[in-house]
């Protein structure tokens, strides 16, 4: 699986948008871009995925650059509840395991 | 729906000891999975299962970790002898498919924190 690069930390101001970026230059065809988050004390939690196209979902939005090298995931208005590890992850066709890297700690703050 | 249910939820032990947890997988999933997650680090994956099947054990250390999933349902897993560096959160999560479709979702519990003193 290709390896991705995020930042080790990021704040965002309450009510406003959460851009979280996530490089995956290495990544092949058959591998799709997976968000995960893990809220203080629990387990990862699914957010989202895609392939090629940007994807809209109740939580987020997925945004894939043409050349599929990177990404960013929308938290259109951020709430404190969102403060959490998030992880980006690109997975091969077929395989069901996820490898984690150590995400982006988002604080969102009042 | 209910979700992945693990216990205990915390458990203290001496190194040397043994040390065992278990996970109910969401009804119906097929696939099961044991992570390892030490403080500061993403989850690794220690052992998947298929339904009562090993799909990858390649990074459980097997001289002292055991997982088993008898009847293709819930599993445990056990440390004996526990170490040191053992200590961290063992998370289990479930899948519902075979292990083909990529788009497949994992959903995790909110694991068991071991200390190991």
């Known amino acids: 699986d290709a390896k991705t690069t995020q930042p080790t930390s990021m704040d965002c101001a309450e009510g406003r948008a959460a851009n979280l970026p996530c490089n995956h230059s290495?990544?092949?065809?058959?591998?799709?871009v997976y968000w995960y988050r893990q809220i203080h004390s629990q387990g990862p939690q699914y957010i989202i995925h895609g392939l090629k196209n940007n994807e809209t979902n109740e939580m987020a939005s997925l945004i894939i650059t043409e050349d599929r090298k990177s990404s960013t995931l929308i938290l259109p208005h951020a709430t404190l509840r969102d403060t959490a590890v998030y992880y980006c992850i690109v997975r091969v066709v077929g395989a069901n395991n996820l490898f984690f890297g150590t995400g982006t700690r988002l604080t969102v703050i009042p | 729906e209910a979700g992945v249910a693990q216990s205990p939820r915390y458990k203290i032990i001496e190194k040397r000891q043994s040390v065992a947890f278990w996970c109910n997988p969401i009804?119906?999933?097929?696939?099961l999975y044991w992570y390892q997650q030490i403080l500061g680090q993403g989850p690794k994956l220690l052992i998947q299962?298929?339904?009562?099947?090993?799909?990858?054990d390649s990074q459980l250390p097997k001289d002292r970790f055991s997982a088993e999933r008898l009847k293709g349902v819930d599993s445990t897993l056990k440390i004996q002898p526990a170490k040191l560096e053992d200590s961290a959160v063992y998370l289990c999560?479930?899948?519902?498919?075979?292990?083909?479709?990529?788009?497949?979702?994992?959903?995790f519990g909110s694991g068991t924190q071991l200390s190991v003193l």
């Open positions: 299962f298929q339904n009562n099947g090993v799909v990858d």
């Open positions: 999560a479930s899948s519902q498919g075979q292990g083909i479709r990529s788009e497949e979702k994992l959903f």
């Open positions: 009804s119906g999933h097929a696939t």
């Open positions: 290495t990544i092949s065809g058959n591998e799709y």
